[in-house]
């Protein structure tokens, strides 16, 4: 039986012919009346849209033309050239242009062209290592080993991981590439300053050029990102030179490029954050590479990979431990850029034309609320990470808690160890300009709990060791502290108006050449009396 379909015949109400036929044979009549009101009423609603536009506001006119340059913004974008090119859709608007006066007031807020890694750099600061005379054992033949590395500095330092050179004990070479088409070829040797098997980290430094007596003394070099920056979801970059990319037999390679994103982070040893981990593909060879954010700074190095059924999980020390470890080579190489600190007055001191330091001046330790807790219990309560525990009923003094001293890097739980030390001490403060002020103002200074770099709790050995030293005189043995220690006391000379002497100010740009990227002199000075665990992560005790 032949099928029938309604919508098929000349009767479908859904028909356009059909409906408009329709609509003729009933309405032609109504139509024919209202043709001629129907056509006047156009008229004037095109005569009112056409003075509209004509006249309308200048704020609106803004907007339009705002759009109009966003959208140039949009279209002069970079194209980033990717190794291994993705399939992309290309959309084509058609749009009809009408002159717009120009504004009377330029737009605001136009979206900028975003900043993009340049290949070109990231090929001239990702090299191969490869390492002659290398044996697993007497039985087995010398190989050579291969892996990638990253330089660091302007001097040629080179990070890369120690399982490259294990057992090597041979030249080590490295090698560069011009480009993504070309391979790699020997261009220099490098000497090893420093190995750790534990960490799976190696510093090189190059030595010598391959086609000169010296190799150039102006490297391009990774800038470094802490890990504490970095968010899950992140993208990133794979850089360097897999084995697999060869014919097993020679170093002779090409650059290589793999993306994935940041999918965890792990804790190792005393790092929070000592591990990225990541779906980014890491072969052999990668090890020692570049692991880059989207911006071309270094996040952490390729180390190794696991997999678990069908997937993969790669492992990249974090910059955070690379920079760490590397410091001590790499401090002495950088220039420090002091333009941001603010101007000390330096100048020595004549103690014979100041009167002589009276602590009972200066008033410390009052309570100025009248609750029977003077400024040192009050500052042990505000700076303990824990609520304390007092020892009488009445609250008055503090027995117990949980501080963190950053001289030491470590945690004090019993208030009887602690003294509450006036970071720049009290005498100090006097002979750089303190013993003009008034016994209220000194009195403040004594009792500061606004400022929590002020007064800080911290061992009280350590407290009475350093007594009323300046930095020149007495540093904290905690040197990964060093930085901060240098930066407050500028901050809180400068604020308070106090002059440094010249051995003391060099001794704070010696400490200031230990600073970690992450910490700069703006974001030094603490918001709150306990510092935050990125600080405590970075500052804590290591074994």
């Known amino acids: 039986m032949d099928s029938y379909n309604p919508f098929t015949t000349p009767e479908d109400p859904f028909d356009e012919e059909v409906q408009q036929s329709l609509a003729e044979s009933q309405d032609s009549k109504i139509y024919n009346l209202l043709k001629p009101v129907t056509l006047v009423a156009f008229s004037i609603v095109f005569v009112l849209a056409i003075v509209s536009l004509l006249t309308r ?90 892996g990638s590395g990253v330089l660091v500095s302007d001097k040629g330092h080179i990070l890369t991981n120690a399982h490259v050179l294990e057992n090597c004990s041979g030249q080590i070479y490295i090698a560069t590439v011009q480009n993504v088409d070309s391979k790699s070829e020997i261009t220099y040797t490098a000497d090893l300053l420093k190995i750790d098997s534990d960490l799976d980290l190696a510093l090189l430094l190059i030595n010598s050029s391959i086609t000169s007596s010296s190799p150039p003394g102006d490297f391009k070099y990774f800038e470094m ?33 793999t993306k994935g994103t940041v999918s965890g982070f792990e804790q190792d040893s005393y790092y929070k954050r000592g591990w990225i981990v990541t779906d980014a593909d890491i072969s052999y060879g990668n090890s020692g590479g570049a692991a880059l954010d989207s911006l071309g700074r270094l996040i952490g190095m390729p180390t190794f990979g696991v997999t678990e059924g069908a997937s993969w999980i790669g492992y990249l020390r974090t910059s ?12 002495l190489e950088e220039e420090k850029d002091f333009s941001g600190l603010p101007r000390l007055e330096i100048k020595e001191i004549d103690l014979n034309e100041i009167p ?36 009488n009923d009445n609250m008055c003094y503090v027995r117990s808690g949980k501080w963190f001293d950053p001289y030491n890097g470590e945690h004090i739980y019993f208030a009887s160890d602690l003294d509450i030390d006036h970071f720049v001490p009290l005498y100090n403060v006097h002979i750089s300009g303190g013993w003009e002020w008034s016994e209220e103002k000194k009195t403040d200074f004594a009792n500061n709990i606004e400022d929590p770099d002020i007064l800080i709790a911290v061992k009280n050995t350590t407290n009475r060791e350093k007594s009323a030293s300046s930095p020149d005189e007495w540093k904290p043995e905690n ?65």
């Not at 890990?227 to 002779?252: C, H, K, Q």
């Not at 009276?358 to 609520?387: K, M």
């Open 479 to 543: 040197n990964m502290y060093w930085c901060e220690y240098a930066y407050d006391w500028i901050r809180i000379k400068y604020e308070w108006n106090l002059s440094v002497t010249n051995n003391e100010w060099e001794a704070l740009v010696s400490m200031i050449e230990t600073c970690p990227d992450f910490l700069t002199y703006e974001n030094a000075q603490n918001k709150y009396q306990t510092l935050s665990e990125t600080k405590i992560t970075f500052y804590e005790k290591r074994p």
């Open 356 to 391: 002589r330091y009276n602590r009972e001046e200066w008033n410390s330790w009052i309570d100025e609320d009248q609750d029977c807790q003077n400024t040192r219990h009050e500052v042990l309560q505000l700076e303990s990470f824990v609520t304390v525990l007092f020892s």
């Open 57 to 146: 506001p200048s704020t609106e006119i803004i907007v339009i033309q705002e759009t109009l340059d966003k959208s140039e913004v949009i279209k002069q974008q970079p194209i980033v050239d990717n190794t291994f090119p993705e399939t992309t859709t290309t959309t084509t608007t058609t749009t009809t242009t009408i002159f717009i006066s120009p504004p009377t007031t330029p737009p605001q807020n136009i979206t900028s062209i975003p900043v993009v890694a340049n290949q070109e750099d990231i090929i001239d600061k990702t090299v191969q290592i490869v390492a002659y005379d290398c044996v697993i054992n007497e039985y087995e033949s010398p190989y050579i080993g291969l």
């Open 225 to 257: 990102k802490s890990s504490a920056e970095l968010e899950l979801g992140e993208s990133v970059e794979i850089w360097g030179y897999p084995s697999s990319r060869g014919d097993g037999e020679s170093y002779s390679l090409n650059i290589n490029l």
């Open 320 to 331: 955070d431990v690379l920079q760490d470890w590397s410091k001590e080579f790499l401090v």
